[in-house]
């Protein structure tokens, strides 16, 4: 079955700590997004990646990182500089040049 | 600055009566355009999105929306609201001449739908 599968469905952390979020693909998609929803605000984009080994920064990309070393795999991670890290993230892959992206279930983070 | 607007933050509608959501979007370019539907907890599921071509797309669930390039508008349409769509609705843009290939989206319209 084809999608993308993010895990935990549930996190917690304590303030301090870094956390990463898993975001994986089998549908072979080029391009990988990392989102952050906050109530009222929408959808608002930490960094993508177009190809493996490459990513760009998003809108608020200040607090995160990434690495895209497998097409399949774009994992986030949330660094203790993250002034607020408590959201619902989401992950999404696009590919076929359409720009057409689908998304993960979501994962979402309390820190405590 | 590239930006979309969701003019409604909230609609009710009654089960069976035409639904109108709005969509507008700044920026000059012509946009890759799409909706996407989010129930509470879950990720987003697409409804429908535009590319070129016929201005007027169908989508899945009776959706449709209509492209007006005059009005920088994509607005969603359904003739007959189900109490099934109720749910929180964004409109998203990709402007494809910036480079940046990703989703700017809209603030949301949460949907609820009255018995």
């Known amino acids: 079955d084809g999608g993308i599968t993010q895990s935990p469905k549930y996190l917690f952390r304590k303030e301090g700590q870094n956390v990463t979020l898993s975001c994986e693909q089998n549908?072979?998609?080029?391009?990988m997004y990392w989102y952050r929803q906050d109530p009222g605000q929408g959808l608002r984009l930490i960094y993508y990646?177009?190809?493996?080994?490459?990513?760009q920064k998003g809108d608020i990309a200040e607090g995160y990182s990434v690495s895209r070393e497998k097409k399949e795999s774009f994992p986030l991670t949330v660094t203790s500089a993250q002034k607020n890290p408590t959201a619902f993230y989401l992950c999404?892959?696009?590919?076929?040049?359409?720009?057409?992206?689908?998304f993960g279930p979501g994962t979402r983070l309390t820190v405590l | 600055a590239q930006s979309v607007t969701q003019p409604d933050i909230h609609i009710t509608v009654s089960e069976g009566a035409s639904l109108e959501l709005r969509c507008n979007y700044s920026?000059?370019?012509?946009?890759?355009l799409f909706w996407y539907v989010q129930s509470p907890g879950q990720g987003l599921q697409l409804l429908l999105k535009?590319?070129?071509?016929?201005?007027l797309v169908q989508g899945i669930k009776g959706f449709e929306a209509e492209f007006k390039r005059s009005q920088s508008s994509f607005n969603l349409r359904k003739p007959s609201v189900h109490w099934s769509d109720a749910a929180e609705y964004f409109c998203?843009?990709?402007?494809?001449?910036?480079?940046?290939?990703?989703?700017?989206f809209g603030s949301g319209t949460r949907l609820q739908v009255q018995p």
């Open positions: 549908l072979n998609h080029d391009a």
């Open positions: 535009y590319f070129s071509g016929d201005t």
């Open positions: 990646s177009q190809i493996v080994n490459d990513f």
């Open positions: 920026y000059g370019a012509t946009p890759y």
């Open positions: 999404a892959a696009a590919g076929g040049g359409t720009d057409t992206q689908y």
């Open positions: 998203a843009v990709v402007w494809r001449d910036t480079g940046r290939r990703a989703l700017t």
